[in-house]
């Protein structure tokens, strides 16, 4: 299968389930690479844990063309043709993200097209929302607004803080991104024309 970098910038929990997914024989992805902006990120460690190669293309002090010929190098370098971005919290311009139109996916901790952006889980709480998820979409210049291409939904309940609505969230997260990414790999879903086309599961989650 194609040749994915995983992009992160912290925990890395779903590059974690994205390596555990593909560990599979039948994966129809291999994950060749990890890459972080931050050299600090806690996610670098356990990929090198699990033998995936690991690479820091530091974002901090640089001008932002400078960072993004450095990360397509980096990929270019590794051979890489999908780029999965799980919890990288670098927006990217849009010659890059155009670079790689129908190639790049990301994971976002609602159900867009609400709650884009930061602080989404708080956001939903104050919006008094009942239903809440993640969303695995295309990556295209407008920051989170790419064509979706999976979905899972949970409860938001009475009682709910924060962090528990964010747990609930990240185990939904960490069970969508692996199916996602496999059916984009394989070629079960593609974009087309600005959107996604082919054999779209349905709707996954807790309440539908
Ligand atoms: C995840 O919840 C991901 O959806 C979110 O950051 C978290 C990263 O966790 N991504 C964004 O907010 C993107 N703007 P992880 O590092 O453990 O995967």
Do not use: K
């Amino acid at each position: 299968g194609p040749r994915v970098a995983v992009l992160i910038s912290g925990r890395g929990s779903n590059m974690a389930a994205l390596l555990e997914a593909a560990a599979a024989p039948d994966y129809p992805a291999e994950i060749a690479l990890v890459l972080s902006n931050r050299a600090d990120a806690a996610g670098l460690a356990h990929a090198a844990g699990r033998g995936v190669p690991t690479a820091v293309v530091e974002s901090r002090g640089r001008p932002r063309e400078a960072f993004e010929a450095a990360l397509q190098a980096e990929l270019a370098a590794h051979d890489i043709e999908l780029v999965a971005l799980a919890g990288f919290m670098r927006v990217l311009t849009e010659g890059f993200v155009r670079a790689w139109e129908g190639r790049m996916v990301n994971i976002h901790p609602s159900l867009l097209p609400s709650f884009p952006g930061l602080d989404t889980h708080a956001r939903a709480l104050a919006a008094g929302v009942r239903l809440h998820g993640c969303t695995v979409h295309l990556v295209t210049p407008g920051v989170d607004e790419g064509p979706i291409i999976a979905q899972a939904a949970v409860p938001v309940l009475p009682e709910d803080t924060e962090a528990e609505l964010a747990a609930r969230v990240l185990a939904e997260e960490h069970r969508l991104y692996p199916a996602a990414l496999a059916w984009l790999a394989s070629g079960r879903v593609r974009l087309e024309e600005g959107r996604v086309v082919g054999t779209l599961p349905a709707a996954t989650g807790a309440l539908i």
